[in-house]
């Protein structure tokens, strides 16, 4: 199986701007785990995941005043639509993150989480 089997291609877009309260809402919101932050000023494209919001407000920083531009990660691998799931779990696992970017041709085509992975593997297991 390949990334883009298992991506979801509906993926939650936010700015630096936002607070962390309103990301967690919107995030809440959609069910899912992670935003693509998208700063126009050139630096490309982050994430920020749940665990980034917990992290804050384990340290008492307010939600409703820290944004999301600061505390994303920078540092993001994005994955390929036609990597391999398992090489998709590799990335995740040798990061230590578990969400990835999927972009094709320059753009973001979705977003692959390890539940998405594993998901995907235990489908392909009920099938054997």
């Given at each position: 199986?390949?990334?883009?089997?298992?991506?979801?291609?509906?993926?939650?877009m936010?700015?630096?701007?936002?607070?962390?309260?309103?990301a967690?809402?919107?995030?809440?919101?959609?069910?899912?785990?992670?935003?693509?932050?998208?700063?126009?000023?050139g630096q490309?494209?982050?994430?920020l995941?749940?665990?980034?919001?917990l992290?804050?407000?384990?340290?008492?920083?307010?939600?409703?005043?820290?944004?999301?531009g600061?505390?994303?990660?920078?540092?993001?691998?994005?994955?390929?639509p036609?990597?391999?799931?398992?090489?998709?779990?590799?990335?995740?696992?040798?990061?230590?993150?578990?969400?990835?970017i999927?972009?094709?041709?320059?753009?973001?085509?979705?977003?692959?989480?390890m539940r998405?992975?594993?998901?995907?593997?235990?489908?392909?297991r009920?099938?054997?």
């Amino acid at each position: 199986m390949r990334v883009c089997d298992g991506m979801s291609p509906l993926v939650l877009m936010i700015g630096p701007g936002h607070t962390l309260r309103q990301a967690a809402r919107l995030m809440a919101a959609r069910k899912v785990g992670a935003a693509v932050v998208h700063d126009v000023d050139g630096q490309g494209y982050a994430i920020l995941t749940e665990r980034d919001v917990l992290l804050s407000v384990a340290a008492g920083q307010n939600p409703d005043v820290e944004l999301a531009g600061d505390h994303i990660t920078r540092d993001v691998v994005f994955a390929d639509p036609d990597w391999s799931l398992d090489d998709a779990a590799a990335s995740m696992l040798r990061g230590g993150f578990r969400h990835l970017i999927v972009c094709a041709g320059g753009e973001v085509a979705g977003v692959l989480s390890m539940r998405d992975v594993v998901r995907c593997w235990s489908s392909r297991r009920a099938v054997v």
